[in-house]
């Protein structure tokens, strides 16, 4: 990814597909991260019985940032949570937007930030930051996300494999230098 200079600072180059409008219809998969990947939500526990999924022990950060994720609609009504999963330095969901009369072919343009992708993430994490510093819990994001445009349905269904399969494969994936999004 190339930096540039802007206002004699560099900076990293928008992550974001730039001939698409995120304020429009579709399927977004995000991936938030906690500040130096610190384990903020818990760890994972390995299955208790074969066969039995490896989950995340929370702490009550995790289940916060669980109850932020389903009251999206509740600040965002054209947005409807999928798939979900806190990690311990991570999340991972599907959103959808659904707006009526929506132009699903137009080009990507600046304008009011309040009712695209960005506002969404933005508003969910600020909801898990507020209630960690209400109750005195130690905490930071990472500043900005990672999202991917989910373009059909098998797309779709491999994001919420991904997500589901998720905690299973921490202990396999989680030191890797190359893991995801490291």
Known sequence: MD???????????STRWHVY??????AYFVTICTHKRRRYFGEIQAGQAIGKAAVLTPTPLAERALTCWQEIPDHFAFAVPD?????PDHVHGIIFFHKPDTNTEAAATFGPQSQNLAAVVRG??????A???RNGVEFMWQQGYFDRVVRNEVELQKA????????????????KADGLFR
């Open 124 to 129: 969910f994490k600020v909801g898990v930051k």
């Open 160 to 175: 919420r494999e991904y997500i589901r399969n998720n905690p299973s494969q921490w202990s396999a994936d989680h030191e």
């Open 21 to 26: 409008d995120y304020s429009q219809n579709g």
């Open 83 to 87: 798939a979900f999963v806190v990690m």
């Open 131 to 133: 209630w960690a510093t």
């Open 3 to 13: 930096s540039g200079l802007y206002q004699d600072k560099y900076r990293i180059a």
